[in-house]
């Protein structure tokens, strides 16, 4: 079995061995079992506290090189204007609610209740499918997607910050 235990960061192309497909929940968890798109097992060994987003490349042990894919998933999309999307950013912010942000939209896991309490305060919400990509927080550690890192595509482990 493949076992992950470091982020690669990455700098021009590198060759992927292959595709782990997770949802935003799953992409949290640092210990546990998954597979491959191609059905390979892998056990994912990582530093707590540190989330997967998609795009984010994985090795394993042995080296090979893995991607992650945000899974598709059940979120509730809100479009709006800044005022609307600032108002129901803070009132979902403030029951601890995941929320990604987009340019004049807003999403958050679906939750009927949530749906409920958003449309109460003047959002128009609907139920997508979609890769979900919540705000990484104030006090969370960031790493860049771009060509910028200044990292030459070598292995970093995964740690938390203090």
Do not use: C
């Not at 690669?8 to 597979?35: H, I, N």
């Not at 950013?89 to 209740?113: C, I, K, M, S, T």
């Amino acid at each position: 079995m493949i076992e992950i235990r470091a982020r690669f960061d990455r700098r021009g192309e590198v060759p992927l061995y292959g595709r782990l497909r997770l949802s935003f929940d799953r992409r949290q968890k640092s210990r546990q079992r998954a597979m491959l798109e191609s059905g390979e097992e892998v056990a994912i060994a990582l530093a707590r506290g540190e989330v997967m987003r998609g795009g984010d490349l994985v090795v394993a042990a042995e080296g090979q090189v893995i991607e992650v894919v945000a899974e598709q998933e059940s979120v509730m999309h809100v479009d709006g204007d800044a005022g609307t999307l600032a108002r129901l950013a803070y009132h979902l912010g403030n029951r601890h609610v995941p929320v990604q942000l987009g340019e004049r939209w807003l999403r958050f896991a679906a939750d009927p209740v949530l749906a409920k309490m958003v449309e109460g305060l003047g959002g128009e919400v609907r139920a997508l499918e979609a890769p979900f990509e919540p705000e990484a927080g104030a006090y969370a550690p960031h790493h860049r997607h771009d060509n910028e890192s200044g990292h030459g595509g070598r292995i970093h482990e995964f740690r938390s910050r203090p």
